[in-house]
């Protein structure tokens, strides 16, 4: 039994990711389960999602805590998530990142490959969808595949799903990946401080579970405890306003869904609380003047 | 002061007294009089009330669930397809704490279609998390609406209640009822005032989205609350005893059971008529006795236990089925009797609103006696129904 399991955040396509897998095992004659767990499915939030791959029927239907592999799909996951938790000693990590395995601190010394995925993607797909191409990543990492069986399997789920020519580009950033894949073993010095999570008993629970505003050892809860919940990390691009060409016409204040745009003066001077800005691009996409630009938060 | 009513006349009477603030409301028969009286009382000022006409009775108990987590006083009545339809909304309000009162006249689900009493409906919400409790007569449909609000908004409890009465068996049968006065009521039951509601000056979420590793708990407190329910039902049934003059027993009451050697469980109006059985009988020299469910939910294991020990035989009037053998009624009272040796005999009937005679619970008595004799009895027995034989 070889098991994976993927770090990413929503949009990204971790779980197609998964699947994809899934279906190059298939392919290969073996047997593969693919599934997510998601939390409050959201664009940047992370998810994960996990592959299992044997050459009989695989009966366990429960998440996966010992994995042989650990695939992260943004590496800004790194400063919240211990994403090699339950790592086999022996197993392995891919990553998207712009720096070589050896500058990588993961907080444990394992084989791992790296891959500027986000920039393949951009390149090739013109998205930063990273899925496909650490899919190349993988198979090159890893052998659990070969990298045709990727690019066959890509071709099928994305073929079928978005038409043939999509497939066909997404194979091609599998296969790019594939080649610029660096491995090496990563760095083992940080240690990542376990973020407390607020578990109450069912007498602890408010009656109802109806929380007002309030304090705990974790951190805040209910009304307003969304503030302690930076999510700056998300951003592939964040928008930057040039004043010279705005009008106030305040439509990018407007339409923002998270309420990052606030104005800061009487005459209405707009800013961008990077905090909580996603990267969406809404504001950028509303803008009637084209004053706002979206450029890459991370390389 | 006596007054001759409807079940559902007494109702509409008792959530007036109750002062009740937000009624969302569906008519649906035969439940529609509850409706019409409340908005009688609301019309003519008796009553200071939000009566509210929903489109649907989805629409009813979001409603309710809103008003009550707004912090009001929330009443509500329907039936069957009524509450089916409510099913969701249902299952929405008693984890989130909110003690509505909605009375159900409990009539069959179809189909077929029919309009007379069955209890599938309420059964149908069995584990929903809301208590239930069936009466036997119009005082008691009138009282147990009293007793809700008592219970529902003990901080113990706080979850919501279904007082059920039997579809035209009392709905639309006139009865002398004592109305109490409402300064006896007011002094019975004081304002509704929750601890958390839905207010600018404290803004609270309510109904969030719960992962799984919160879920298990939220499940388990919404459990022990039902648990808590029973003492709590025993305390306003002794309290309201000692205001009203009228103790219904608590959870369950018994007839006639200090020396019976087999009992009857009997629901709801068939209660009254089998009482009158237990003393023809009684006078022929055969001791049976009767134990009434009042509520269903929280379930009297224990208590049932403790009447029915000692008994030769158990016989369980189910008005309605489970289509897995016998009733609901029969599969909860069998499970709380584990290990005890009795017989335990299904009587299927009243279903759809066929009549339950005293002809009837007579045979009932008299095969579960021959049960206890270790005569061959079926376990599970349709009444009354064409092609069955006894």
Known sequence: MFEVRFHGRGGQGAVMAAQTLAEAAVIEGNYAVAFPFFGAERRGAPVLAFTRIDSGKIYSKTQVYTPDCVVVLDDSLLDTIDVVAGLKPDGSVVINSKDAPTDIDLGMEVHTGAVNATSVALEILKAPITNTAILGALAKV???????????????RFGEKLGEKIGERNAVAARTAYERTVTGKSMGVKRLEQKKQWLPTHQELPVGGALVAG???????????FTENNVSGWATFRPVRDREKCTMCLLCWFYCPEGTIVRISDKGDLMTNYDYCKGCGICANECPVDAIKMVRARV | MKHVITGDHAVAIGAKLCRVEVVPAYPITPQTLIIEHIAEFVNDGEMNAKFMTMES?????????????????????????????????VYATAPLRLPVVMV???RSLSSPPGIWVEYNDSMGERDSGWLQVYVEDNQEALDMVIQSYRIAEDKRVLLPIMPCLDGFVLSHTVEPVDVPDESLVDSFLSPYEPDVYLNPEQPAVIGMLMPPQYFMEMRRQTAGAVEAAKEVVVEVNREFAKVFGRDYGGLIDTYRMEDAQIALITIGTVTSTARKVVDDMRNEGKKVGIVKLRFFRPFPAEELRAALSGMGAVGVIDRSISYNGGGPIFSEVRSALYGMTMPVINHLAGIGGRDVTENLIMTMFELTLEAAKGGKVKEVIWHETRGETL
């Open chain 1, 215 to 225: 304090k705990t050892d974790a951190g805040l809860i209910g009304p307003g405890s």
């Open chain 2, 57 to 89: 009775e989805h629409s009813v108990m979001s409603a309710a669930a809103g008003a009550s987590a707004a912090g009001a006083r929330v009443f509500t009545a329907t039936s069957s397809q009524g509450l089916a339809f409510m099913h969701e909304m």
């Open chain 2, 104 to 106: 159900n006249v409990n």
């Open chain 1, 142 to 156: 890893t052998g659990i595949v070969s990298i045709e069986s990727i690019e066959a399997a890509i071709k099928r």
